[in-house]
C-alpha cells in the first residue's frame, strides 16, 4: 500500500483535530495563539486571530468567567507564576479545573524553534478520592518555585532555570545571556513613600520584566529589589533588543497612584556565556557589570567584556 503524502497525513491531522472533543491548541515562539480547535475556542471562549498571545487570553477568561478556575485572591501574581512556568520545559503536564465543571489533564508540548502544543482530555469522571492531595501538592510545588509578592520565579527557581541553560550551552552549540538587574535607590522609595509604595514598584516591574521577556526566558526575582533575566538561545543584539524593550516600558510606567509624577529607574549588568564557562563564573561576571552601571551613576546596562 502507498504511504500517504505529507499534505495529506496532514489534513486528516487537522480533521481529527477539529472533530476532537479534546481542546487543542497551537501558540507560536511569541506565545500567540495561531491555532484552536473548536473544542479549545469553546472551553476558553476564544479564536485564533494572529494578535492574541496567551497571557490576554488568559486576562480576558478571567474578566469574562470563563476558562481556567483561579483559588488565589490575587489574580495578576497568579498569572505571573502561571507565567513563570509555561514554556520551560520541552514537555510538562498538570490537572486544572474549568469553569464550566470540566476537570482536566493538560499537556504542553514545546517545540526547540519556541511553537507550542497544548492538549487537553477530560478526566472528571475519573477516580478523584485522591484529587484534594494532588491538588495540594501542586499548590506546594507552585509556592516553591514563585515569589509571594509578585508571582514570577523565585531565586532557587530562577537559578534552576539558569543551570540548565548553562548545562545546555556546554552540551551544545547554543548562546546564552544573563542579566541582573537592580531598581535604583530603592530604600528612598520605601522612606518617603512607605512599604506599601515600595511594594507596588517591585511588582511594576516584576510585571514589565516578564511582558518584555520571551515565553521561555527565566525572570525571577531573587532579592529585595534584584531580579535575574535569563535569556537563552540569543546572539548580542537580541539580548540587548529584550532589555531595550524592557528600559521603554519602564520609562514610561507610573504605578505609584498617590503620586502619579513619580517614576522609577533601575540598573543592569549584562554578561554573554562562554563555553565551560561555570554557573558561578557567569553570575560573577555580570554581577561585576551592575556594579559598574551603578558606580557610572545607574539607570543603565552595561556588558561584561
Known amino acids: 500500500m502507498e504511504l500517504p503524502s505529507s499534505d495529506e497525513l496532514a489534513r486528516h491531522l487537522m480533521a481529527l483535530h477539529e472533530d476532537s472533543p479534546a481542546p487543542t491548541a497551537l501558540f507560536d515562539q511569541d506565545d500567540v495563539l495561531r491555532y484552536a480547535n473548536p473544542a479549545f475556542c469553546q472551553a476558553f471562549d476564544t479564536r485564533p486571530d494572529g494578535r492574541t498571545r496567551w497571557i490576554d487570553l488568559m486576562r480576558a477568561n478571567l474578566a469574562k468567567g470563563c476558562g481556567n478556575v483561579v483559588s488565589s485572591n490575587d489574580q495578576e501574581t497568579w498569572l505571573a507564576a502561571a507565567a513563570s512556568r509555561r514554556g520551560k520545559q520541552a514537555f510538562r503536564s498538570f490537572e486544572a479545573d474549568l469553569r464550566d465543571g470540566r476537570w482536566i489533564w493538560m499537556s504542553e508540548t514545546t517545540h526547540a524553534n519556541g511553537w507550542m502544543l497544548c492538549s487537553a482530555c477530560d478526566i472528571t469522571a475519573l477516580k478523584v478520592d485522591d484529587r484534594?492531595?494532588?491538588?495540594?501538592?501542586?499548590?506546594?510545588?507552585?509556592?516553591?518555585?514563585?515569589?509571594?509578592?509578585?508571582?514570577?520565579?523565585?531565586?532557587?527557581?530562577?537559578?534552576?532555570?539558569?543551570?540548565?541553560?548553562?548545562?545546555?550551552?556546554?552540551?551544545?552549540?547554543?548562546?546564552?545571556?544573563?542579566?541582573?538587574?537592580?531598581?535604583?535607590?530603592?530604600?528612598?522609595?520605601?522612606?518617603?513613600?512607605?512599604?506599601?509604595?515600595?511594594?507596588?514598584?517591585?511588582?511594576?516591574?516584576?510585571?514589565?520584566?516578564?511582558?518584555?521577556?520571551?515565553?521561555?526566558?527565566?525572570?525571577?526575582?531573587?532579592?529585595?529589589?534584584?531580579?535575574?533575566?535569563?535569556?537563552?538561545?540569543?546572539?548580542?543584539?537580541?539580548?540587548?533588543?529584550?532589555?531595550?524593550?524592557?528600559?521603554?516600558?519602564?520609562?514610561?510606567?507610573?504605578?505609584?497612584?498617590?503620586?502619579?509624577?513619580?517614576?522609577?529607574?533601575?540598573?543592569?549588568?549584562?554578561?554573554?556565556?562562554?563555553?565551560?564557562?561555570?554557573?558561578?563564573?557567569?553570575?560573577?561576571?555580570?554581577?561585576?557589570?551592575?556594579?559598574?552601571?551603578?558606580?557610572?551613576?545607574?539607570?543603565?546596562?552595561?556588558?561584561?567584556?
Open 132 to 305: 484534594a492531595l494532588r491538588q495540594e501538592r501542586d499548590k506546594a510545588l507552585r509556592a516553591a518555585q514563585s515569589d509571594p509578592l509578585t508571582g514570577i520565579s523565585n531565586r532557587r527557581h530562577v537559578m534552576q532555570q539558569l543551570e540548565q541553560q548553562v548545562a545546555a550551552l556546554n552540551q551544545s552549540a547554543t548562546s546564552l545571556a544573563l542579566a541582573l538587574l537592580d531598581l535604583d535607590h530603592f530604600k528612598a522609595i520605601n522612606d518617603s513613600f512607605g512599604h506599601d509604595a515600595g511594594d507596588a514598584v517591585i511588582r511594576d516591574f516584576s510585571r514589565l520584566l516578564q511582558q518584555s521577556s520571551r515565553r521561555g526566558d527565566g525572570c525571577g526575582r531573587i532579592g529585595g529589589e534584584e531580579f535575574m533575566l535569563v535569556m537563552g538561545d540569543v546572539d548580542e543584539a537580541q539580548a540587548h533588543s529584550i532589555l531595550e524593550r524592557l528600559h521603554a516600558s519602564v520609562s514610561q510606567s507610573r504605578p505609584l497612584a498617590d503620586h502619579p509624577e513619580r517614576g522609577y529607574t533601575y540598573s543592569v549588568g549584562l554578561a554573554l556565556a562562554r563555553p565551560g564557562e561555570s554557573v558561578a563564573q557567569l553570575c560573577k561576571r555580570a554581577d561585576l557589570a551592575l556594579y559598574e552601571a551603578k558606580a557610572e551613576g545607574r539607570d543603565r546596562c552595561c556588558q561584561s567584556p
